[in-house]
């Protein structure tokens, strides 16, 4: 209510500016009065309906309009004082217009002009500032609201827009435009199984940019310091540009993050992570479905597809078998237990 309230208010203050200018002697004497208030009431109807299309608006790009506006009014200022030495050495007494009219047109125009320069050189360049006043990062070591670089394999992997629609992560989503050109060339790809994963990863980005609840954003611009470089270093460039963290399933990407200090999130490290911890003793039910690499070893699978290795398994393969776990082996690929067997049930 009260937003409407304040368009309401805007409204009738841009219409009574427009009646106000069309009262002008100059203005009311050539007939241009109605244009006036006319193109003030439709460009504040415009602006209303704009403000109520937009439903979802951001707070940098907010933000590089507001500072867009002040510098270009304090810039037009400085035009205005430029000018008036001008007009005052023109001579208009055969001009339909005076100098005073004719200043302020050229004011408005030169103004105008200024404001949607700034205006577009600070929205196009709003991430490599940080000037969001309510907001000031006074350090770069602040938690919780580090942005999320993604690479090509976590998205081929699916796994990442599962973790989030969770609602466990609420940091903003970052799809560099690089790597989303890489994306796109796995998906033409002639071989049909990189042509599938491709086109698997484009379906992942469409289902978190349609989530609404997701701070999904594609990262047009690429840092001088990126060129001629790799896809992978130019993904680590990024993220320590935005002060970001990677988020990957390579493993080689992981281990080359670590060694040029870019902070990295493995996604195979987080689900071996969430996998359930075992404790020596501890009973468990499994189907045996094939044999072990030991002497007599039977293998298992979890759900979540942990590996049991079942002592003197080998001879109830295909069967549902109750075991006691002895110990567990955390490897680079996930979680192995170990057990031995009881009895079949």
Not at 48 to 53: F, H, M, R
Not at 141 to 165: F, H, M, N
Not at 322 to 331: A, E, F, G, P, R
């Amino acid at each position: 209510m009260a937003l409407w309230i304040l368009r309401a208010c805007f409204l009738v203050v841009t219409v009574g500016l427009g009646l106000s200018l069309a009262q002008n002697a100059e203005v009311a004497d050539s007939n241009y009065g109605v244009y006036v208030v006319g193109f003030f009431s439709i460009g504040a109807i415009l602006m209303i309906g704009l403000d109520v299309l937009v439903r979802r608006k951001r707070i940098d790009l907010i933000t590089s309009v507001y500072f867009g506006l002040l510098i270009g009014l304090f810039l037009t200022y400085i035009v205005s004082l430029a000018l008036t030495p001008i007009f005052l050495d023109i001579k208009t007494k055969d001009w339909a217009l005076s100098q005073n009219t004719l200043k302020t047109l050229l004011t408005s125009f030169s103004g105008t002009a200024i404001c949607y320069l700034c205006i577009s050189v600070l929205w196009q360049t709003r991430d490599d500032f940080r000037f969001i006043i309510p907001y000031v990062e006074f350090t770069k070591d602040v938690k919780g609201a580090q942005p999320y670089v993604l690479d090509t394999s976590v998205v081929i992997d699916g796994r990442i827009a599962d973790i989030i629609e969770t609602g466990v992560i609420d940091n903003q989503l970052i799809m560099p435009r690089f790597v989303l050109a890489e994306l796109q060339g796995i998906a033409d790809s002639g071989d049909k199984m990189r042509r599938s994963r491709g086109r698997r990863g484009l379906d992942i980005l469409n289902r978190l940019r349609g989530n609404a609840k997701i701070d999904f954003k594609v990262y047009d611009r690429e840092l001088p310091e990126m060129e001629g470089q790799p896809v992978d270093m130019k993904l680590l460039l990024l993220a320590r540009h935005l002060d970001g963290k990677v988020v990957t399933g390579d493993f080689n990407l992981n281990k080359v993050a670590k060694l040029h200090n870019v902070a990295v999130i493995n996604l195979n490290e987080v689900a071996n992570s969430l996998k359930p911890v075992f404790l020596p003793g501890e009973q468990v039910t499994i189907r045996i479905v094939k044999q072990g690499e030991g002497p007599g070893q039977g293998v298992g699978y979890l759900d979540d597809g942990t590996m049991i290795v079942i002592e003197d398994g080998r001879d109830h393969i295909n069967q549902t078998v109750d075991i006691t776990v002895t110990s567990m082996l955390q490897t680079s690929a996930g979680r192995m237990v170990f057990g031995k067997f009881d009895n079949v049930s």
